[in-house]
């Protein structure tokens, strides 16, 4: 078997597509999640998609979700409107759907018509929403909470957060998980596993490496 065929089959089977779990991102809701140390991309059952680090491109899935690699200098806007941004693009994007990502060597943050935020790879501070989403940068070493209890955590932080709502992130130097009281999810950038909760979320750590 191949190498991408065996690392989708560890990763179909790990996270139950079809059945209980569903993907959780490592920090909050505006991380783009990549396989280490992979220079391809995984669809999966449902269209979920994922790209490695080492990818130089992008991959739209068959229902319209995308994701973009850690190589991949620019963005791509799927036709349902989802966006994703390459970890070497310098700026951001925001769809025709109000959907909007930052690239990894992008050094502020985007609002988007809708409410939505993306924080850049080189943004050193969060953004919070006028509709309260969050983001938070890749070299910001704290979290912040919104007014409406979302969270994110920067990608120098060390700890986790969970907010008053049970939302939870990890930071991008937090070397484990933590699981809040609604059953949410979130592991850090220095953890090397994966974790599932009791309502069935999952996520990855920064360091994880599927199986080969």
């Given amino acids: 078997m191949r190498r991408s065929a ?9 996270l139950c597509i079809g059945g209980a779990w569903a993907l959780a991102s490592p920090a909050d809701a505006t991380t783009q ?4 140390e992979y220079s391809s991309y995984v669809e999966l059952s449902d269209g979920t998609v994922v790209c490695g680090e080492e990818y130089g491109s992008y991959h739209e ?5 995308v994701c973009a690699g850690g190589r991949y200098s620019s963005y791509h806007e799927s036709r349902t409107g989802e966006v994703a941004c390459g970890g070497q693009y310098s700026g951001y994007h925001e769809s025709r759907t109000g959907k909007v990502c930052a690239g990894g060597q992008y050094s502020s943050y985007h609002e988007s018509r ?9 943004y050193s501070s969060y953004h919070e929403s006028r509709t309260g989403e969050v983001c938070a940068g890749g070299q910001y070493s704290s979290y912040h909470e919104s ?7 920067g990608g120098q932080y060390s700890g986790y957060h969970e907010s008053r709502t049970g939302k939870v992130c990890a930071g991008g130097q937090y070397p484990s998980y933590h699981e809040s009281r609604t059953g949410e999810v979130a592991c850090g950038g220095r953890y090397s596993n994966l974790q599932g909760s009791r309502s069935g979320k999952v996520c990855f750590g920064g360091l994880y490496r599927p199986r080969q």
Wanted: glycine share 18%; proline share 0%; aromatic share 6%.
């Fill in 6 to 14: 065996r690392v989708k089959q560890y990763l179909v089977n790990a």
């Fill in 33 to 36: 999640w990549r396989i280490s």
């Fill in 61 to 65: 899935s068959r229902t319209g979700k």
């Fill in 114 to 122: 809708t409410g939505g935020v993306a924080c850049g790879g080189e």
């Fill in 147 to 153: 007014r409406t209890g979302e969270v994110a955590c």
